[in-house]
């Protein structure tokens, strides 16, 4: 588990630090609406898991998940893999935009379980996939 948060927050600090990056959700981060809690119930780290908002909407999202290479595309989490999903393309495809916000997903959101691969790896994916963006 360790080494999934290290991973998670080291990719959390990358997305947040990208202009292709809408946003990015990842209690680790000073940022994050819930670091202070997250500090205190989970000293030696949150989770694996990271949601962030691609700029440019559903098609840059889905630009993105098209461009990865290493990470894989599931619709699960919990892997010693890292994966990621684009509900608007995937669960949630059959709706429309306005219906996604509606029910609280943003179209350009994509989850990442962030696995136990070596960093750079992971990082050198989503930046090659952010680059054909």
């Excluded at 680790?28 to 997250?38: I, T």
């Amino acid at each position: 588990m360790e080494r999934h948060c290290q991973n998670a927050l080291a990719v959390a600090k990358f997305l947040e630090a990208n202009d292709k990056i809408e946003w990015v959700n990842y209690p680790g981060l000073e940022s994050n609406k819930y670091y202070e809690r997250a500090k205190k119930y989970m000293p030696n780290g949150t989770c694996g898991v990271i949601s962030f908002g691609v700029k440019g909407g559903r098609e840059k999202a889905m630009q993105f998940m098209d461009s990865l290479d290493m990470i894989k595309l599931v619709i699960h989490v919990a892997d010693c893999r890292t994966c990621a999903l684009h509900p608007a393309s995937t669960t949630h495809r059959q709706m429309n935009d306005q219906q996604l916000e509606e029910c609280g997903v943003k179209p350009n959101l994509i989850r990442m379980s962030v696995g136990i691969e070596y960093i750079d790896d992971i990082i050198a994916d989503i930046q090659q996939a952010l680059d054909k963006i």
